[in-house]
């Protein structure tokens, strides 16, 4: 796969290798080992990126404290504010620069990734408007004497660590980023190891944004920085997104400081069809909604529910939509699916889909990686649909992060409910139907973070978004979010 002439490659790739981003200044890890991320197009070498380790994450987790106490506290809710628009500017005008970063990183395809600039500027407005209408607020006391006054004040919580994954590099990046900078608090950033560059891009705009030195840190590398990071008795909070596993590694290594956490986790979200739902918008919603980024997306509709009147009908018209969705070239503007982000993930997924069959399940679309052709060098997967699945199947219970959906008929409002609250996740559900009463009824009764109805995977910067049970706590955009960044202080005077 080579770069058609009207893309052109960014500058930023140019220099080699990546160094990492502490204070305002590029430089090599202290021991300046580096680590090469890969085009999964290709399997080609992409960049040589500085392998950052726990001494980085010292003097990075310094940087941010320094920051923090330092310029960045000079700064009003007014000034963060300015910042911010300037940097949803900045995003705005090199979107197309992150957009390629992203799509050679990960492969995704450009005709996604390109579509991430509405949200990416979207969230740093919404985070500006936040900056300046967070405020404590004044309390009537009936304990000090009458002539008194209370009021609480709304503190950023200091040094956030945040560990992001690989499946949405600049969109995570600037999620993370949007409440630090809102609230008033500091920043080390580590990106995940397949996906580092977009997130480097972004902090160098930052500073141009005039965002103080120290404010945002980067240090890539592997697992091993985020553990320091989680257990850096100078980080007062990490906001992580990834793997329940690794979760639970981070909750951890964070008592060491009672640090605050907020965790964005895995998923085995359940969709659900009721036999009224017009097919022509559910057919291709319930395709998008597991195979969008090559189903590696925490909240895919990986359980697909079908009522059993219209179910020999869907698994067709599905097949059929998804033998349509073949994945190519992700630098062509018309693919709608690229490769899978790694070996790893398709040695994965290839796993999962021989589990699937073993255990009694049959494919009806998909079913084997690209072998043939330009794509074998790359890791593509086909959408795949099984059909003949138990609730109790491995598929149907574990997390598989690829373009694999199990579908499954059932009969009652009240089943739907059971059987898709039968499962350790709570991420994400959706609930396809015409009828006001059954679309609320299962809202309802669903224990997930959220429900989407007639619609699937919509992320707004104002609502809030995050998981039940072992798909993590806490929750991402809208005022909640800003909370999760800010502490309360009341101040009580006896004016008597
Ligand atoms: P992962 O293995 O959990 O890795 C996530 C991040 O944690 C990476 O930056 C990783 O570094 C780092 N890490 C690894 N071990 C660590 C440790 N002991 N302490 C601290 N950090 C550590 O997840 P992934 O493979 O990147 O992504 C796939 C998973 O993420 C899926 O389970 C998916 O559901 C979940 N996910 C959830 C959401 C959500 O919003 N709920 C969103 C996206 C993905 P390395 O890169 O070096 O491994
Ligand atoms: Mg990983």
């Known amino acids: 796969m080579t770069l058609p002439q009207s893309f052109s490659l960014p500058p930023f790739l140019a220099s080699r290798p990546k160094p990492l981003f502490i204070d305002g200044k590029w430089q090599p890890a202290l021991s300046g080992a580096t680590f090469q991320t890969l085009n999964p197009a290709t399997g080609q070498v992409l960049a040589e990126v500085a392998h950052g380790a726990a001494a980085d994450i010292d003097l990075a987790v310094a940087a941010a404290r320094r920051a923090l106490e330092g310029p ?57 408007g936040l900056a300046t209408s967070t405020h404590g607020e004044s309390i009537e006391s009936s304990v000090l004497p009458a002539e008194s006054l209370v009021y ?47 997130t480097l891009r972004l902090a ?45 590694k981070i909750v951890q290594a964070s ?68 033998n349509g969705m073949r994945p190519g070239d992700p630098l062509d503007p018309d693919t709608l699916l690229g490769p899978l982000a790694s070996q790893e993930q398709l040695d994965r997924v290839t796993h999962y889909i021989g589990i699937g069959r073993e255990q009694g399940a049959r494919t009806v679309a998909g079913g084997s990686r690209i072998a043939s052709g330009e794509m074998a060098n790359g890791y593509f997967m086909p959408p795949t649909v099984f059909v003949d699945v138990d609730d109790r199947m491995r598929i149907a219970r574990e997390e598989i992060f690829g373009p694999v959906v199990a ?42 973070g959220t429900v989407w109805v007639n619609c699937y995977q919509v992320l707004d910067p104002a609502v809030p978004f995050g998981g039940y049970k072992m798909s993590g ?17 009341a101040v009580m005077l006896n004016l008597g």
């Open 152 to 198: 609480t004040r709304q503190e950023p919580v200091g040094v956030v660590g945040a560990i992001n994954p690989w499946n949405g590099p600049i969109g995570m990046a600037i999620w993370k980023l949007c409440p630090v900078l809102a609230s008033g608090c500091t920043l080390v950033l580590k990106p995940a190891e397949q996906t580092p560059l977009s």
């Open 255 to 322: 008592a060491g400081n009672l640090k605050r956490l907020s965790m964005e986790l895995g998923g085995k979200s359940p969709n659900i069809v009721f036999a009224d739902a017009d097919l022509d918008i559910t057919v291709p919603g319930a395709a998008r909604a597991v195979f969008a980024n090559s189903g590696q997306i925490c909240s895919a509709g990986t359980r697909l529910f079908v009522q059993r009147p219209i179910y020999e009908e869907f698994v067709h018209r599905l097949a059929e939509h998804a």
């Open 72 to 128: 960045w506290r000079r700064f009003r809710p007014a000034d963060r504010q300015n910042v911010m628009l300037r940097l949803a500017d900045l995003v705005d005008q090199h979107f197309d620069e992150l957009a390629l970063l992203d799509t050679l990183d990960l492969g995704a395809p450009i005709s996604r990734t390109r579509l991430g600039r509405t949200r990416a500027v979207a969230l740093l407005r919404y985070y500006a």
């Open 473 to 489: 706590y806490g929750r991402e955009s809208g005022n909640e979010h800003m909370r999760e960044y800010l502490q309360t202080k």
């Open 204 to 248: 160098e705009l930052t500073l141009e944004a005039g965002i103080p030195e120290g404010v945002v840190n980067v240090v890539t590398g592997m697992g091993d920085a985020g553990a320091a990071l989680a257990a850096h008795p100078g980080v007062d909070k990490i906001a992580f997104t990834g793997s329940t596993e690794v979760g639970q």
């Open 407 to 448: 579908v499954l008929p059932f009969d009652t409002v009240e089943e739907a409910i059971v059987r898709g609250n039968d499962s350790e996740y709570g991420l994400g559900a959706g609930v396809w139907t015409r009828d006001l009463n059954t679309a609320h009824l299962v809202a309802h009764g669903l224990r997930t």
